[in-house]
């Protein structure tokens, strides 16, 4: 294995988290917050001179990555950029404990938004806006980001691509994969953009609009109010769940509408799933919830906006679903946790593409039953879905389930909490989603849980983020040892 | 640029892993879906997936905006078929393989490559018996790479352990030596130099030496190298390079034994070249060389379809005190292999075919002063040797050589000037009109500017 590359690319990794510190340093400066901008000029001075020091060592020729190595890459810069992402927190007092710090910073970058705090509001702005950017970086993914920069990317890249994107297929857009890296930026940046500035036209502040938007287009789901999304004004809530709903498409098909192919974007059998899914889901939802508002408008926006928030996997809330007395609404809103979005977006869960491959290979299946020597084959967005693909989707749901019954219990060792919060709860982060559906009133924290569970929920959201295969490549020693 | 690549074979991919080496925008196309996946996962390209020459499929690799096309599956038709439609769909240039023997006659040739409007033929088993031709000419080079039609010629040595050379520096050496002439590359122990005057040459490196295509035998003997012509060669195997490379020979008048399993092919070998003797047997028997009288031979190359074949044979020839010894070997790691064992010559059709289209490429890039004519790259890729055209915008005319400083890791190593071949010194000049050699390591040269660093 070449373990040098991989050294160095966390390097690489972490002096550009070392630059993206000094975003935070700036929103300090304007807040006059000085002490935190101390702490994160310490933090970035840290990640700089480790990064660098990887860097300058671990220079090496042979800069092969191999489909092994982009896997352990991926999972060790994400843990990196987290140990080092959380020093700001703990430095600066706002989160005293390193373990708190860590699955805050976790739950950033994975995009879950699963926090800690009690009191939100009581945070500096400086640090609220470092809290709020994890999300923005992760959503799109960390690697991808620093293959836009560099400007030499490794041989065979693509494995780190593949390796970070959400999703069974991940296919290039152009030719070279840093053009790919820049396009999907490209599209990221503007769509958050877009999101501001509709957020500063509803009268949002504008530190809120972009601490805000950066949640949404993370799908990730940090406030910095402690009721989330349920003080502000009608107009931003319906802006806040179109918004969530647009990140949770595949960027692909953005791309495709760029270069003018629509037709081939809107026929996506993948977006039309998505967008039917949805409709029919925020339908339930409105139709359990109903009787309850006996108000339509009322009732129609909060249907959405915990549909979209829930299914895009973001967790901002505009009403505590949990106390709502309509078992329909929660068991629909329960049930779309574990599907998410579309493969290439933001968002987390199980991804609606999967669930198709599966859904068309067990109606394969059945036509089997009836005609037992009957040809088949499953095709996905006119191509034609391989064998290595179809079984990479079968193991996949099998490790997925897997995965969450150990999170389940080993958080059932958790004696304050009912086992309906606990499964939330592993749901929840292990999906990508945020907050706990236990009291959603009081922010959704996770404040009560003990260390040990902490630290469980803190694997699970990086094990949802990058679909379980490369951290569990990096945990198991067989990786390491040289036989 | 916008380079579709069409089969993904050896060539194929050796063609996009060194055009990826060059900052293009490649997509990589073949019929079998595994081998797609495959080159996207090695190298920083596109795959698509289909039938080269299906116009929707063809419009799925970017054909329209493409600014070159090449075509090598393992099907002459396929390939002219699908450069056909690329240039219809408006793809700027089009480069097809065409190796059929049929189709490599002067006249057809011409034929279809006017009539679809074809930018380049290339035939790797034409350019493989040329370069291997080349170096039988020149028996004591290793490799020998020309440039303006034989006006200079880069000759690659090897230092042996008794060579007159070891330990003299350049300086002596030039003084040594009255015809003029400058090694121009060294490898030694896997590294490259590009050397200087007080650099002193060591038993095993492998130099390159460039000079005046007229004044190479001369040079040769003052180095102290014997340079016996090659009047007999035995090949082993019978394909399409055996059969361009027999050609060559003949033509020059050296005697061709060719052995080929194959009867058929032994027959057909016969009605095209009546000169050749062809033997029916196994071509890495022992029994069959010694009976046609390998130990006699002046050369013997080695061309049966497996690499492995080529290298055992090949040794078993420079046992029998054979003076020179070719092998072809297409597998990049079995080149360097034999190559570290003691093959001499080894020539592989890939990389001949990719420096080609990496020349092409670089051709085609818009360049202000000057134009890359040919491309070779030497010492196993650690260093490329050009020729470049100098056009009449180029910034450093009539300035004399020693008020440029040149980048470190290159040489100016000729100039040609109408007829004349110059080996600069620092009052020379380059005029437009001329073509200039170059030797650089490093960052790749698109422009002879991207050598000069300043005007001092």
Known sequence: ?483 | MNIVVVGCGKIGRKILSSLSEEKHNLVAMDNDGKVVEEVVGIYDVMGVCGNATDYIKLGEAGVKNADLFIAVTNFDEINMLSCFAAKKMGAKHTVARIRDTENNNGESLNFIKTQIDLSLAINPEYMTATAIYNVLKTPSATSVEMFSRHRFEMLGLILREDSPLDGVSLIELRKKVKEKFLVCAVSRDDKFYIPQGNFRLKSGDRIGVIASGRDTQKILKALGVINKPIRNVIITGGGKTSYYLAKLLTESRISVKIIEQDRKRCEEFLEELPEVTVIHGNGIDQEILQEEGISGSDAFVALTGKDEENILISFYAISQNVHKVVSKVNGEELYSIAEKLGLDSIVSPKKIVADAMVQYARALENSEGSTVETLYRIMNGDAEALEFNILQDFEYVDVPLKDVKFRKDTLLAGIVRGTETIIPSGDDVIRSGDKVIVVAAGEKVYDLADIIEERV
């Open chain 1, 1 to 483: 294995m070449n373990y040098k590359m991989i050294l160095y690319t966390v390097g690489q990794v972490l002096i550009i988290e070392a630059m993206l510190l000094i975003l935070p340093m700036a929103v300090c400066a304007v807040y006059l917050e000085w002490f935190s901008l101390l702490c994160f000029a310490v933090s970035a001075a840290i990640a700089a001179s480790i990064g660098g020091a990887l860097v300058l060592f671990m220079k090496k020729r042979d800069r092969r990555i191999y489909a092994k190595e982009g896997l352990i890459i991926v999972s060790l810069c994400w843990i990196a950029v987290s140990l080092i992402g959380a020093l700001p927190f703990v430095l600066s007092g706002d989160i005293p404990s390193y373990t708190d710090a860590l699955f805050e910073t976790v739950s950033g970058f994975t995009t879950t938004g699963a926090t800690i705090l009690r009191d939100i509001e009581s945070l500096g702005r400086g640090v609220l806006f470092w809290r709020s950017f994890t999300h923005w970086i992760g959503g799109m993914g960390v690697l991808v980001f620093v293959m836009a920069i560099l400007s030499r990317s490794p041989d065979r890249s693509m494995n780190i691509l593949r390796a970070e994107m959400p999703g069974p297929i991940v296919d290039k857009l152009v030719p070279r994969a840093r053009d790919t890296a820049k396009i999907l930026y490209i599209i990221y940046i503007g769509l958050t953009a877009l999101l501001i500035i509709f957020l500063l036209l509803g009268g949002m502040p504008l530190y809120d609009s972009v601490i805000h938007a950066f949640g949404t287009a993370g799908t990730g789901g940090f406030s910095i109010n402690n009721d989330s999304i349920a003080g502000y004004n009608h107009y931003i809530q319906w802006v806040i769940a179109v918004f969530m709903l647009l990140f949770g498409v595949n960027f692909n098909l953005y791309y495709l509408i760029l270069i003018r192919k629509y037709k081939t974007a809107f026929k996506s059998g993948e977006l039309r799933f998505y967008l039917a899914l949805f409709v029919i889901s925020a339908a339930l939802v409105l139709y359990g919830i109903y009787p309850l508002y006996e108000n339509f408008s009322d009732a129609l926006r909060l249907a959405v906006f915990q549909t979209s928030s829930i299914m895009t996997t973001t967790g901002y809330t505009t009403a505590d679903f949990t106390l709502w007395n309509a078992p329909i609404a929660k068991a629909v809103l329960i049930l779309l946790m574990f599907i998410g979005s579309c493969a290439g977006s933001t968002a987390g869960g199980f991804k609606v593409s999967r669930v198709i491959i599966l859904l068309k290979k067990l109606g394969n299946e059945f036509r089997r039953s009836l005609h037992p020597r009957t040809a088949s084959i499953v095709k996905f967005e006119d191509k034609r879905v391989d064998e290595a693909t179809l079984g990479g989707v079968g193991n996949y749901l099998a490790v997925y389930t897997v995965s969450f019954i150990v999170i389940v219990l080993l958080l059932s060792f958790e004696r304050a909490f009912s086992f309906e919060a606990n499964f939330t709860a592993a749901a929840s982060c292990f999906n990508n989603i945020g907050p706990l559906y236990d009291n959603i009133a009081g922010g959704g924290t996770f404040a009560n849980y003990s260390v040990f569970s902490k630290m469980v929920l803190s694997l699970s959201m990086l094990l949802g983020r990058l679909e379980i295969y490369p951290l569990l490549l990096t945990l198991n020693p067989g990786v390491w040892i040289k036989k």
